[in-house]
Every structure is written in C-alpha cells, then in structure tokens.
C-alpha cells in the first residue's frame, strides 16, 4: 500500500524564520512529486517535481526531490503570516490505462506568528 | 493553469437526500478526478471520472453512493446519495491537462453539511 509521511505534522515559527518541510513516500509506479497549500478549502498548487536533485524555486518557496532515498523537501525563507497553512506532498504514480492518481500525506501545518 | 469552478460552494442537506456537485473547468482537459476531504483529514480520491464511459471508484467508494457523470472535457457532476452525517466533508474536482507531465489544479471545493 502507498506510503506518504510528512514531518512535522505541525510547526510554529516566528516571521522572518525558515522552515523545512519534509515529505517521505513509498509508491509503486511513482512518476512525480506535487506541493500544495492549503489555506482553506482548496489546495493551491506550488510545485511539481520529476527529476532528482533539480530545484524549484519560486520567490522564498524552493524544494527538491530525492528519489533514491524517496523524499522530498519544501523550504520556506522569511516566512511572512500569509504563508500560514497546511503543506501537503502528494506522490504521484501511475494507475493503468493512462491515468495518474495522487496519494496525499496528513500535512503539515504551519503557522507563522507575526 | 485550468481555471476551475464547482457548484455549490457550500451546502446543508438533511439525511436521507441527496445532493449534486457541478465541476465546470475553462479548457478541455484529459483527467478529472473527485475528492472528499472529512474534517481533520488529508485528500482521499473518490474516483476518476472518465469522459463517455463509467467512473473509475477507489476501494471503499461505490456507484450507488457516488454516481460520478462526465459527458465532455469540461464537466462533471458528482451526487452524494442518501446522505448521513458521516458524508460531511470538503468534496473537491480536480483535473490534469494532459498527461504525466501536466499539473494537477483543484476546484475551490464544495464544503457539504449533512444534519
């Protein structure tokens, strides 16, 4: 059964601060790695990641995949309050007949204090 | 990115109804998938809904339940059948472009309530 596990499952930090978010996964037939953020119903998408040790980066969020060691991490820089909200990793694999499906872990959430 | 919207937004139902949710996206796309998100939880699929043919339900998800229709690349609707309380949740459409390499974008979610 797929596997997704994400530390910590909370976090609070003051504003300024930087955080790393990690993101374990075991899922047969992976193809790629998706973040989100989540503030209050939908997530919102922030990255997609195929390729091993290449870095995304947009503004102060950057994350990298692993895919030997099957993790992925998500950096926040200066956290602001605006970045409060729930992270999640979503593995993707592929299910057959030319479909994908996404496995989401718990989250973690995060909250910046001003 | 696709542009997606769901109707309703939110919603009060009592037990025993039955409620359906619109998903309309800007531009064709080859996935599109329903979520159900239960308080305190992560994203669990419900299904994905295939154009022109029956949907494809995750286990613990069935059809008399569930009943997913998609007749194009834009739209699709999901009931919730026979409600309980226990079907209060965030229900979310979601869609991919087309393909692998494609990001997967959310709707703004349908948030049910069930009394």
């Known amino acids: 059964e797929d596997k997704v596990v994400q530390s910590p499952l909370s976090l609070v930090v003051h504003e300024g601060d930087t955080v790393t978010l990690n993101c374990s996964y075991e899922?047969?037939?992976?193809?790629?790695l998706l973040w989100y953020k989540q503030e209050k119903k939908a997530p919102t998408f922030l990255f997609m990641l195929?390729?091993?040790?290449i870095e995304k980066k947009s503004g102060r969020l950057s994350s990298i995949l692993d895919k030997k060691e099957l993790f992925s991490i998500l950096n926040i820089t200066a956290t602001q309050t605006g970045d409060s909200a729930v992270y999640l990793c979503?593995?993707?694999?592929?299910?057959?007949?030319?479909?994908?499906?996404?496995?989401f872990g718990k989250g973690t959430k995060l909250s910046v204090i001003p | 990115s696709a542009v997606i919207s769901q109707k309703p937004s939110r919603d009060i139902c009592q037990r025993g109804t039955s409620l359906t949710i619109q998903c309309q996206v800007d531009?064709?796309?080859?996935?599109m998938f329903w979520y159900r998100q239960q308080p305190g939880q992560s994203l669990t699929l419900i299904a994905t809904?295939?154009?022109?043919?029956?949907?494809?339900?995750e286990s613990g998800f069935v059809i008399d339940k569930f009943p997913i229709s998609r007749p194009n690349l834009t739209f699709s609707t999901l009931t919730v059948s026979n409600m309980s309380p226990e079907d209060s949740s965030i229900y979310l459409c979601?869609?991919?472009?087309?393909?692998?390499?494609?990001?997967?974008?959310f709707g703004p979610g349908t948030r049910l309530t069930v009394t």
């Open positions: 979601s869609v991919v472009g087309t393909g692998e390499l494609d990001e997967q974008y």
């Open positions: 899922v047969t037939n992976f193809r790629s």
């Open positions: 195929t390729s091993s040790g």
């Open positions: 979503a593995p993707r694999r592929y299910s057959g007949a030319g479909s994908y499906q996404l496995t």
């Open positions: 531009s064709q796309v080859t996935m």
């Open positions: 809904a295939n154009q022109g043919s029956e949907a494809t339900y």
